[in-house]
């Protein structure tokens, strides 16, 4: 009997939508997708029900039966549309409310908030058999992570600030200069820290810097403005008046501000959750970051890399891993 031509049958694999086809290798795509559209149209698919009855002395004719075998989709060039639905970037729709956002990589101007002031009875980082006060292991992250940032794009800037006992002061402006950042770093020293912050004197100075604008309608601003805040006080609490100017800043649609707060122990005798709950308060658009680091060194490198992202590219916080 003459062997039937051999069919190319598309397989579905359950809970994927792509196709595996048995092929043999040295058919080109073109020639495969020709044959599958010209068989799917002939395809029929004969049957014969064999019974199970030994002593039936008779057989049952062949039935055929047909059988729907979706067509198999158009090769998809593009890796991006393949992976489109498992992107949480297009749930965003580069959108939030009413205000659209930058999805490119525009520059960022990141503001560094440094908390110098420590606790009276604290508790040390360990590495290894060596112990770190708060402020130099935050330190050293935030050299890390500025030698990082700019080497991921290298006309980013920074400028620091430093919360004292209970104002705020710039001591340092724009830069992308690594080894001014680096001197400025080396010279914060600790100071004794107060029942009471204003954090109002950390916004009125970075209200005064310039606020990123685009340039005509639908072009992203030349820049971005970040405030990234390192709060390390587990007994002060940070007072925020809500004043006109500090919620239009809040809300400006090209403006984030991050919080890494690193802290004691959860315990009744400090205030570490309602520093919590006033300091995720300064998030009025959900696209913040914000990042509570007890004692423990690997978090505390794990956050800040999660702080590396532009913060108009990353994911919500709400989507990745803690």
Do not use: W
């Not at 729709?93 to 560094?112: A, R």
């Not at 680091?293 to 978090?299: A, D």
């Amino acid at each position: 009997m003459a062997k039937n031509n051999e069919r190319i049958i598309p397989i579905q694999i359950e809970g994927r939508d792509e196709f595996v086809e048995r092929a043999p290798e040295k058919i080109e795509t073109d020639k495969v997708q020709n044959e599958l559209s010209k068989s799917l149209e002939e395809l029929q698919v004969t049957t014969k029900e064999t019974p199970n009855n030994e002593n039936c002395n008779s057989q049952e004719e062949s039935s055929k039966v047909k059988v729907k075998v979706k067509p198999a989709p158009p090769p998809v060039n593009d890796e991006h549309e393949y992976l489109k639905e498992f992107d949480v970037f297009e749930k965003r729709d580069g959108s939030i409310g009413n205000n659209s956002y930058p999805t490119s990589d525009v520059k960022e101007h990141i503001v560094l908030v440094i908390d110098r002031a420590q606790d009276e009875n604290f508790t040390s980082f360990v590495v290894g058999n060596q112990r770190y006060t708060p402020l130099s292991m935050v330190l050293r992250s935030i050299s890390i992570l500025i030698k990082l940032k700019l080497g991921i794009n290298p006309h980013h800037e920074f400028a620091i600030m430093v919360m004292n006992g209970n104002r705020a002061n710039l001591i340092q402006e724009f830069t992308n200069d690594l080894k001014k950042l680096n001197d400025c770093l080396s010279h914060i020293k600790e100071c004794e820290a107060e029942d009471i912050f204003d954090l109002n004197t950390v916004f009125d100075i970075i209200q005064k810097f310039d606020m990123p604008s685009p340039l005509a309608e639908g072009l992203p601003p030349p820049f971005v403005l970040r405030t990234i805040l390192f709060y390390g006080r587990s007994y002060t609490l940070p007072q925020i008046t809500r004043t006109e100017s500090l919620e239009a800043f809040l809300k400006h649609p090209f403006t984030v501000c991050d919080i890494l707060m690193t802290h004691e122990p959860v315990e009744v005798s400090n205030h570490c959750q309602a520093i919590f709950d006033n300091l995720q308060t300064l998030d009025q658009k959900g696209i913040a970051y914000f990042f509570p680091v007890c004692r423990n060194i690997r978090r505390m490198q794990k956050c800040m890399g999660k702080l590396l992202g532009h913060p108009f590219q990353r994911p919500f916080q709400k989507l990745i891993k803690q």
